[in-house]
T-cell receptor
Framework: SQQGEEDPQALSIQEGENATMNCSYK?????LQWYRQNSGRGLVHLIL?????REKHSGRLRVTLDTSKKSSSLLITASRAADTASYFC????????????FGKGTHLIIQP | NAGVTQTPKFQVLKTGQSMTLQCAQD?????MYWYRQDPGMGLRLIYY???????DKGEVPNGYNVSRLNKREFSLRLESAAPSQTSVYFC????????????FGPGTRLTVT
């Protein structure tokens, strides 16, 4: 079953604007990760945030995690055309079992 | 350093045929995974191997078998393909099973007619 649910399903913005995507999940987690997938390609890891962290930065990416609300957000600042892709959140539910559980993704389009 | 490689890239099968999808990683990772991705469904875990010599079922294992041939290689076999197995298949690996990012291969696009 899908653990994470991204919101919105699709987002179109102008180049240079900021893009925010949200992810909600259902069960307790060890960590939450964000991945990017360009059309027709495999997934690429962007950032991992552990359950005891609230915010993490990596370049133009900012991820927040609110375990009380079981939600996370991914902010991409100063977007570029190359950021056009699908973005997935994935949770590691712990206990050493299973792989990651992915949401259905947010498709981001950056208009030049 | 090729990362995670998958073969073949594309495959068309007839219902009832069998095939094996190959996956190899050169990062000395312990854990390997097979996912399928269907339109609008995100990725779903088929099987995983936490370490060499072990394999376990994921969310959607029916109709598939796996073999962890050695630390580098993890294959996925469809014994009798069905149209419902039309999908894009991704192999991934990670250093350990939890707390580590996964590295994905480029995928195999499988069509079963």
């Amino acid at each position: 079953s899908q653990q994470g649910e991204e919101d919105p399903q699709a987002l179109s913005i102008q180049e240079g604007e900021n893009a925010t995507m949200n992810c909600s999940y259902k069960t307790s987690i060890n960590n939450l990760q964000w991945y990017r997938q360009n059309s027709g390609r495999g997934l690429v890891h962007l950032i991992l945030i552990r359950s005891n962290e609230r915010e993490k930065h990596s370049g133009r990416l900012r991820v927040t995690l609110d375990t009380s609300k079981k939600s996370s957000s991914l902010l991409i600042t100063a977007s570029r055309a190359a950021d056009t892709a699908s973005y997935f959140c994935a949770t590691d539910s712990g206990g050493g079992a299973d792989g990651l559980t992915f949401g259905k993704g947010t498709h981001l389009i950056i208009q030049p | 350093n090729a990362g995670v490689t998958q073969t073949p890239k594309f495959q068309v099968l007839k219902t009832g045929q069998s095939m094996t999808l190959q996956c190899a990683q050169d990062m000395n990772h312990n854990s390997m995974y097979w996912y399928r991705q269907d339109p609008g469904m995100g990725l779903r875990l088929i099987y995983y191997s936490a370490s060499e010599g072990t394999t376990d079922k994921g969310e959607v294992p029916n109709g598939y078998n796996v073999s962890r041939l050695n630390k580098r290689e993890f294959s996925l076999r469809l014994e009798s393909a069905a149209p419902s197995q039309t999908s894009v298949y991704f192999c991934a690996s990670s250093l350990r099973q939890t707390h580590y990012e996964q590295y994905f291969g480029p995928g195999t696009r499988l069509t079963v007619t």
